[in-house]
């Protein structure tokens, strides 16, 4: 019972702090996971959680400025967004294009999208947005 518990407060400290830990792309996501699998399964469960969260992350610091000219050159309309755009907001269910990020950037189940002339990785399923590029 006592597994079960810790692991109710490791996913929920991790969907609290996701959308903060998703800015840092690759970095954040280790950062996630470690702490959840940490307090899941203490040093071996915080090193399993790392590489996990890294591999689910965005796009990685070294890739960023190579990603932010293939997006530029492919001159996708961009979305009006009159809130603050900012990690963690959520995207209306309509009007928005999203693209698949090529592999080349990295691996990860995110799609992007321009949103006033800025890029920012989204969630799919839920069109939060969980990384600004640039």
Known sequence: MKFISTAAIA???????????AQ???AGGAVGG???????GGPVGAAVGAAAGATAGG????NRPRF?????ERRHPP???DRELRVGAVLPD???????????YGSTAYRYTVVN???VLVDPGTHRIVEVID
């Open 11 to 21: 996913i929920a400290s991790l969907a609290y702090f996701s959308p903060a830990l």
């Open 24 to 26: 840092n792309g690759a």
């Open 34 to 40: 470690a702490i959840v699998g940490g307090a899941v």
């Open 59 to 62: 796009i990685s610091e070294a």
């Open 68 to 72: 932010h000219s293939y997006v530029t």
């Open 79 to 81: 979305y009006r967004y």
């Open 94 to 104: 309509s009007g928005v294009t999203y693209y698949e990020v090529p592999r080349e």
């Open 117 to 119: 002339d800025r890029t």
